[in-house]
């Protein structure tokens, strides 16, 4: 069964940058898609970044231009590059790989503190 690790989560001032990565083992399949959702406290899960297994990328546009999401030539793996880190992107984020054959997987989260 699938599983997905993320790290590199931690607290770092604003205008900081920060690099997140999520590692995918016991996969039976090809992960069409990978990518990145957080959760602030009181909200929602939302959509930061995905990235397929051809490598289109898609972001939500309060992060677009400051974050960029890749995966290894393995792919499976995923980096989330954060720069220009603001207050507002404090969140436990989440790694997401939709499997063919397993469907959607989530990881644990790790933590991302943007403060002073």
């Known amino acids: 069964q699938v599983h997905l690790v993320e790290s590199g989560g931690g607290l770092v001032q604003p205008g900081g940058s920060l690099r997140l990565s999520c590692a995918a083992s016991g996969s039976i399949g090809i992960i069409a898609i990978m990518g990145w959702y957080r959760q602030a406290p009181g909200k929602q899960r939302d959509l930061v970044a995905t990235?397929?297994?051809?490598?289109?990328?898609n972001y939500v546009d309060s992060v677009e231009g400051r974050f960029t999401i890749s995966r290894d030539n393995a792919k499976n793996t995923v980096l989330l590059q954060m720069t220009s880190l603001a207050p507002e992107d404090t969140a436990v984020y989440y790694c997401?790989?939709?499997?063919?054959?397993?469907?959607?997987?989530w990881g644990q989260g790790t933590q991302v503190t943007v403060s002073s």
């Open positions: 990235i397929t297994v051809g490598g289109r990328t």
């Open positions: 997401y790989a939709v499997v063919q054959r397993a469907g959607a997987v």
